[in-house]
């Protein structure tokens, strides 16, 4: 069964559809930014539209994939960002319906969606061939971006203000489980690798 799942993930229509789905994705995202980014300092804008960028690199993961080729710089930003911002994106819609007893519709959309987001990015891991340089580079944007967020206040804007300090807390450890996940999924040894 599982290995009719990898081959499934491997079928070029598959990818396709991927990427298709991906684009929109960031399209969207970047446009759902846009009142957040009317308002930022132009220095900081590559690093405010946190998930739209994710799947953005995840984008151009797809791209090499579909010419069955490996980009794995991309790789290691997609699948770090991707689950980091994904179950990011969960906790805080959920938060948002703990806390105010209520979600629009588009929050009930956030949770389907950003956890999607999370889930593929692991789940083409073992077609990954990320290397140590690249899983240090994606460990400090990932961190350099949360300082941006959490000390210049660049964080994506919730209905969570009081909340700042905990959620700040919170993301910097959630990059670390990124981080350490890609390590045990992408670099340990004896760890399961395909080819497209």
Avoid at 122 to 146: C, E, F
């Amino acid at each position: 069964m599982l290995k009719w799942f990898q081959m499934f993930l491997s079928k070029k229509w598959f990818l396709w559809l991927l990427l298709f789905i991906n684009i929109g994705g960031t399209i969207y995202g970047y446009d759902w930014y846009g009142w957040q980014l009317e308002q930022t300092p132009s220095i900081f804008f590559i690093f405010v539209p946190d998930s739209p960028t994710a799947s953005l690199f995840f984008v151009f993961v797809l791209i090499a994939f579909i010419m069955k080729k490996n980009a794995p710089l991309f790789e290691a930003l997609a699948i770090v960002t991707l689950f980091k911002y994904g179950l990011w994106a969960v906790v805080m819609n959920v938060l948002v319906l703990i806390i105010h007893g209520s979600l629009s519709w588009a929050g009930y959309m956030l949770i389907i969606s950003h956890g999607a987001m999370a889930v593929q990015g692991l789940l083409y891991a073992p077609y990954y061939r990320i290397k140590w340089i690249h899983l240090v580079i994606a460990g400090i944007w990932t961190l350099h971006n949360d300082v941006i967020d959490y000390v210049f206040f660049m964080y994506p804007k919730y209905r969570l203000d009081d909340y700042i300090p905990q959620i700040g807390y919170f993301t910097f450890w959630l990059s670390i489980t990124a981080l350490v996940i890609t390590y045990y999924l992408c670099l340990k040894k004896n760890r399961t690798q395909l080819t497209l």
